[in-house]
């Protein structure tokens, strides 16, 4: 999926990914600073803490399991 940054200042990079809520389907918000990255559903208020890895064809996304139920 590619995105459009949609914020950009010093250090920190906000963008939307249309349709990029593994819950709902909803767009998902992505904020990208130094270290750290958060994003957000408004449409079913997930927030969570993905991981990011730049590849040839893009930048993947990854939501790890935050544990065994």
């Known amino acids: 999926m590619r ?12 963008l939307k990914l249309p349709n990029g809520c593994i819950l709902c ?23 969570s803490s993905p991981h ?3 590849h040839e064809d893009g930048i993947h996304i990854v939501h790890p399991a935050g544990g065994l139920a």
Do not use: K, Y
Request: a negative charge; glycine letters at 10%.
């Open 52 to 54: 990011m890895q730049r």
């Open 25 to 47: 389907g909803g767009d998902l918000e992505v904020r990208v600073t130094e270290g750290t990255t958060r994003s957000f559903c408004a449409r079913c208020r997930w927030i």
């Open 3 to 14: 995105h459009e940054p949609h914020v950009q200042t010093e250090g920190t990079n906000d």
